[in-house]
């Protein structure tokens, strides 16, 4: 399964494991991320935050890109 | 039981009936029904999904997939022929109806067409206005306020704490079919103890933006491609109160979400790096 995120630092960190000052502090259960990107079942990927369809449950949107992805969620409108 | 008035017996008034069987209105009788039809359903070779209680499979040559809910059920396969074989059986060990084409199903409307599946909630978002006495009131196109920054502890008076619980218990069902008002309803649940003006307000301005989109819904196109894509995402400290933050994930098949979740993380966390962190790791359980 492909999992897809804007934030290439988060990406790197599921990646590469660095316990540097900043990122050591971070719960033992998150990493259950990295555990399933190693065994495979996890593709990790980037993708552009325009096209972030997460963006929308998130925070509040401007009109224009609030129309642009609940489209891309695949919202229509019902005929009758 | 207690005897019924009128047919006590004579001199044994104190006495109570043990009952075989699960009576009607018991507490009881739900569990009893549960358990007969569970049975029913794995002596016809289903088996129970482990995640979702509900739902019954059988894979033998075809699939079917029975979707339960109390007494009302689903049927679905690959093998139409199979699917009259089962609903023959069930209808002769249970008294039931066939509706035919699945239509409604608590509150949420299907519509098929040529090109696929539309399920929304479109009576139930009336329903929902009618309610709360917003029947008429002016349409607006987005769901949240940009610009508004709610807290938890501000000096606006305080309004009616019940309402404001019923209007985000409502939204909160209309969520399952609009997952474009999932980032408002999570955010109103944040304010239930204490709800302000500026929180009805708010809550209202999704009443309003329901109002005039209410009849949309999922669309589930028939030629779509099965890729299975999960996207997360989260903000960075939004929550002005404890300074946590946001993660949400969608999961799409083809071009439709099918699993959403808009939640407040359980953590502080320190960087913009790890609050994306979380969130994933959030999506992948």
């Given at each position: 399964?492909?999992?897809?995120?804007?934030?290439?630092?988060?990406?790197?960190?599921?990646?590469?494991?660095?316990?540097?000052?900043?990122?050591?502090?971070?719960?033992?259960?998150?990493?259950?991320?990295?555990?399933?990107?190693?065994?495979?079942?996890?593709?990790?990927?980037?993708?552009?935050?325009?096209?972030?369809?997460?963006?929308?449950?998130?925070?509040?949107?401007?009109?224009?890109?609030?129309?642009?992805?609940?489209?891309?969620?695949?919202?229509?409108?019902?005929?009758? | 039981?207690?005897?019924?008035?009128?047919?006590e017996?004579?001199?044994?008034e104190?006495?109570?009936?043990?009952?075989?069987?699960?009576?009607?209105?018991?507490?009881?009788?739900?569990?009893?029904?549960?358990?007969?039809i569970?049975?029913?359903?794995?002596?016809?070779?289903?088996?129970k999904?482990?995640?979702?209680?509900?739902?019954?499979?059988?894979?033998?040559?075809?699939?079917?997939?029975?979707?339960?809910?109390?007494?009302?059920?689903?049927?679905?396969?690959?093998?139409?022929?199979?699917?009259?074989?089962?609903?023959?059986?069930?209808?002769?060990?249970?008294?039931?109806?066939?509706?035919?084409?699945?239509?409604?199903?608590?509150?949420?409307?299907?519509?098929?067409?040529?090109?696929?599946?539309?399920?929304?909630?479109?009576?139930?978002?009336?329903?929902v206005l009618?309610?709360?006495n917003?029947?008429?009131?002016?349409?607006?196109?987005?769901?949240?306020?940009?610009?508004?920054?709610?807290s938890?502890?501000?000096?606006?008076?305080?309004?009616?704490?019940?309402l404001?619980?019923?209007?985000?218990?409502?939204?909160?069902?209309?969520?399952?079919?609009?997952?474009?008002?999932?980032?408002?309803?999570?955010?109103?649940?944040?304010?239930?103890?204490?709800?302000?003006?500026?929180?009805?307000?708010?809550?209202?301005r999704?009443?309003?933006?329901?109002k005039?989109?209410?009849?949309?819904?999922?669309?589930?196109?028939?030629?779509?491609?099965?890729?299975?894509?999960?996207?997360?995402?989260?903000?960075?400290s939004?929550?002005?109160?404890?300074?946590?933050?946001?993660?949400?994930?969608?999961?799409?098949?083809?071009?439709?979400?099918?699993?959403?979740?808009?939640?407040?993380?359980s953590?502080?966390?320190?960087?913009?790096?790890?609050?994306?962190?979380?969130?994933?790791?959030?999506?992948?359980?």
């Amino acid at each position: 399964m492909e999992l897809r995120i804007d934030s290439k630092p988060a990406i790197d960190l599921a990646k590469h494991p660095v316990a540097h000052g900043r990122s050591k502090h971070i719960e033992t259960k998150f990493h259950f991320l990295r555990d399933q990107g190693n065994n495979g079942k996890l593709e990790i990927k980037h993708c552009k935050t325009d096209e972030q369809i997460a963006d929308l449950l998130t925070k509040p949107l401007k009109l224009s890109s609030f129309d642009f992805l609940k489209k891309k969620l695949g919202m229509a409108e019902a005929s009758n | 039981m207690n005897q019924q008035p009128g047919f006590e017996i004579k001199g044994k008034e104190d006495y109570v009936y043990k009952l075989d069987k699960a009576l009607y209105g018991l507490k009881q009788a739900l569990r009893a029904w549960n358990k007969k039809i569970d049975s029913f359903l794995v002596q016809q070779g289903f088996m129970k999904c482990v995640n979702e209680h509900g739902i019954y499979c059988r894979n033998s040559n075809n699939k079917l997939i029975v979707c339960l809910y109390v007494d009302d059920m689903i049927v679905t396969g690959n093998n139409e022929e199979e699917m009259k074989v089962f609903k023959k059986n069930m209808m002769k060990k249970f008294e039931m109806s066939d509706l035919g084409n699945l239509t409604y199903f608590l509150g949420i409307e299907f519509e098929m067409n040529s090109q696929g599946i539309l399920i929304h909630q479109r009576k139930y978002a009336q329903d929902v206005l009618k309610r709360f006495n917003m029947l008429n009131c002016k349409p607006i196109s987005t769901p949240v306020d940009t610009g508004v920054k709610l807290s938890l502890v501000n000096d606006e008076k305080e309004v009616n704490r019940t309402l404001f619980k019923q209007i985000v218990g409502s939204l909160r069902y209309l969520y399952h079919t609009r997952p474009d008002i999932g980032y408002g309803v999570s955010l109103f649940n944040r304010y239930m103890v204490k709800p302000t003006t500026s929180h009805l307000v708010a809550a209202k301005r999704i009443l309003r933006y329901v109002k005039g989109t209410g009849s949309y819904g999922i669309h589930y196109s028939k030629n779509q491609s099965d890729e299975l894509i999960g996207y997360s995402d989260s903000d960075w400290s939004g929550d002005k109160d404890d300074r946590k933050s946001t993660a949400s994930y969608v999961f799409m098949i083809g071009n439709a979400a099918f699993s959403w979740s808009s939640k407040k993380e359980s953590v502080v966390a320190l960087s913009s790096c790890e609050v994306e962190y979380i969130a994933n790791s959030m999506k992948a359980c």
